[in-house]
C-alpha cells in the first residue's frame, strides 16, 4: 500500500468530523426538545445529514487511499434517504392517532392541536376504510 | 498508513456517535409517550449505521457494508411496523 495522501487524508477527516457533529446535533435535539412534533426534526433532519457525510467519508477513503470503488455506502445512503421521511410521516400520524384518542396523553406542540382538514374529509390515520377497499371488513 | 489527523477524527467521530447513542437510550427509556420510544428506537438504528461505517474505515476493510444496509432495511421495517400496529391495532390487515 502506498503512503498517505494528505489530501485524502484531510477530506476524510473532516467529512468525519462533520458527520459526528451532525449526529451529535440530532440526537441533543432528540433530547431537548420539548414536544414530539419537534423531536422529530433532529433525528430525520441532522441525524440523516451526519450519516450522509460518514457514508461519504467511507466512500473517499476506499477510493483515495485503499484504491477499491465500493458502493455499498452509496445504497445506503440512497436507501435511508428514501426511508427516512416515511418514518418520520409514520411516527407523525401515530402522534396526531394517539392526540385525537387522548388529548391529555401528549404533550401538544407549540403550534397546537393541527385544524381538521376542510369538508367531512379526515386525516388519512382516523378514517376508516371506505367500502370496496381492502379492510372494510364487508367483503371478508 | 495514516497520518496524524485521521485518528483523532476516527477518535471524535466515534465519541460523538456514542454520546449520541446514551442520549437516544435516554430518550427511549424516558419518552413520555410511545411515539418517542419508536423516534429513539429509529435514531438508535441510524447512528448504529454511523458507527459500523466509522469502523469500517477504522479498520480499512470493507466487509461490514453488508451489515450497515441490512441493519437500514431491518430498522425501517420495524419502525413502520411499530407504527402501523399503534395506528391500526395489526401490522398487516
Known amino acids: 500500500m502506498s503512503g498517505p495522501v494528505p489530501f485524502a487524508e484531510w477530506l476524510v477527516s473532516g467529512l468525519i468530523v462533520l458527520g459526528g457533529a451532525f449526529v451529535l446535533v440530532g440526537s441533543w435535539g432528540l433530547v431537548r426538545l420539548p414536544s414530539l412534533m419537534e423531536r422529530l426534526h433532529g433525528p430525520t433532519k441532522a441525524s440523516t445529514l451526519g450519516l450522509g457525510a460518514l457514508l461519504l467519508a467511507s466512500v473517499a477513503w476506499f477510493q483515495l487511499v485503499e484504491g477499491v470503488w465500493t458502493t455499498h455506502e452509496l445504497l445506503v445512503s440512497m436507501f435511508l434517504f428514501m426511508t427516512a421521511p416515511i418514518s418520520a410521516n409514520m411516527i407523525a400520524k401515530v402522534h396526531l392517532h394517539r392526540l385525537r384518542q387522548n388529548p391529555r396523553s401528549e404533550v401538544p406542540s407549540p403550534a397546537g392541536i393541527p385544524p381538521p382538514p376542510p369538508g367531512s374529509a379526515q386525516w388519512a390515520t382516523y378514517e376508516a376504510p371506505h367500502e370496496g377497499t381492502p379492510g372494510d371488513f364487508v367483503g371478508d | ?93
Open chain 2, 1 to 93: 498508513m495514516t497520518g496524524a489527523v485521521l485518528p483523532w477524527a476516527l477518535m471524535f467521530g466515534f465519541a460523538a456517535v456514542g454520546i449520541a447513542l446514551a442520549m437516544n437510550l435516554w430518550r427511549l427509556f424516558k419518552g413520555p409517550a410511545t411515539a418517542d420510544r419508536i423516534l429513539a428506537l429509529d435514531t438508535m438504528v441510524i447512528n448504529v449505521i454511523g458507527l459500523i461505517v466509522l469502523a469500517g474505515i477504522a479498520e480499512g476493510s470493507g466487509t461490514s457494508f453488508e451489515a450497515a444496509l441490512l441493519l437500514a432495511m431491518v430498522g425501517f421495517v420495524g419502525t413502520v411496523a411499530y407504527c402501523k400496529f399503534l395506528l391500526r391495532g395489526d401490522i398487516i390487515e
